[in-house]
């Protein structure tokens, strides 16, 4: 069973690799990052089987969250360009 989630979030992983690759818009691309951060820190608590590995999952979990924090800036940011552009 734990293969088999861990294969299923490392697909997950890929897809959204190649979505990020073939994404032609910035803002499009932005929250398919920010699944791949959260793939990985999945990843890494499932991979490393210790209390060290349990830690490095939560800080970069933790990380990845602040990260997915800028980047819904970024979009409320451009949706702001985007009115400003219209109004001119």
């Known amino acids: 069973m734990e293969s088999l989630v861990t294969v299923t979030i490392g697909l997950i992983g890929i ?6 690759f073939l994404t032609k818009s910035r803002a499009l691309k932005l929250p398919i990052i920010c699944c791949i951060n959260f793939c990985i820190a999945a990843l890494i608590a499932l991979y490393i089987k210790s209390p ?6 939560v800080v970069y979990f933790a990380l990845s969250t602040v990260s ?5 800036h970024t979009l409320g ?10 109004k001119r």
């Open 52 to 57: 060290m590995g349990a830690v490095a999952a």
């Open 68 to 72: 997915s924090n800028a980047i819904a």
């Open 15 to 20: 897809i959204s690799i190649i979505k990020v």
């Open 77 to 86: 940011e451009i949706d702001k360009m985007d009115e400003f552009e219209k």
